[in-house]
């Protein structure tokens, strides 16, 4: 049985991962000039931003200007108030929803938040946002999701989480919930999804209309003791 949905911010709420990306990717080309930072910067989403800087440091043996993790924030800051849309169909999902839900990302409080009101779904989550500047470890690790349960005062077991990257995938299963792999933002890669099912993630969904279905399921009891 399940007591509580919790959702990852940026490539389930918000469309906001290929925005960060296309800013990630200019900024460093532009303070680096002739070095193809493309194919690493596709491999970003899901991580904190401080940690994916840290390995271009090491991948490319540059060493990054003090200020740049904050020239990133800013810039990316910029680009989504004016870019940034929802999910396709995800509001219309979550009203769906019986559960009560939560925001769990490994972004700063601050864009969660902003990027949960732009996206006109602040009286489906209130105060029930978190983000991984509250615990010691980002996701791929579970402690914030941890911290989340804790906060909310419901069993991980319990929590069904959705999420977009392998990173965050993980750390759910680490804290004990189930999982639903969402693949329908437009930063996933193709074939991601048959690379997930490889890993043994088996529900897998493209659009945000097949959610109500999967949670209903799931309060069924219908998932068992599988957690992906």
Not at 17 to 41: K, R, W, Y
Not at 216 to 228: I, K, L, P, T, Y
Request: glycine share 8%; aromatic share 6%.
């Amino acid at each position: 049985m399940l007591d509580h949905l919790i959702c990852d911010c940026d490539g389930v709420l918000v469309d906001s991962e290929v925005i960060a990306d296309h800013v990630m990717l200019d900024t460093l080309s532009t303070t680096f000039p002739g070095v193809d930072f493309a194919p690493v910067v596709k491999t970003a989403f899901g991580q904190q931003t401080s940690r994916f800087l840290e390995g271009i440091e090491t991948t490319f043996n540059l060493t990054l200007p003090a200020d740049f993790l904050s020239t990133i924030e800013q810039n990316v800051e910029v680009a989504l108030a004016s870019s940034l849309s929802a999910i396709g169909g995800v509001r219309a999902a979550l009203q769906r929803v019986t559960l009560p839900a939560a925001v769990v990302s490994n972004s700063r409080m601050t864009r969660v938040r902003a990027s949960v009101k732009r996206a006109g779904l602040q009286e489906i989550f209130g105060e029930r946002v978190f983000s991984a500047e509250q615990v010691a470890r980002p996701k791929p690790y579970p402690d914030v999701y941890l911290f989340a349960a804790q906060q909310l005062g419901v069993e991980p077991a319990r929590c069904i989480v959705v999420e977009d990257s392998v990173a965050g995938l993980n750390a759910a299963r680490a804290a004990g919930m189930k999982t639903i792999a969402f693949v329908g933002a437009s930063h996933i890669p193709d074939g991601y999804a048959d690379a997930l099912r490889k890993m043994g993630i088996t529900r897998i969904m493209q659009h945000m209309d097949e959610l109500p279905a999967l949670i209903e399921a799931g309060m069924r009891g219908e998932f068992g003791d599988v957690q992906s």
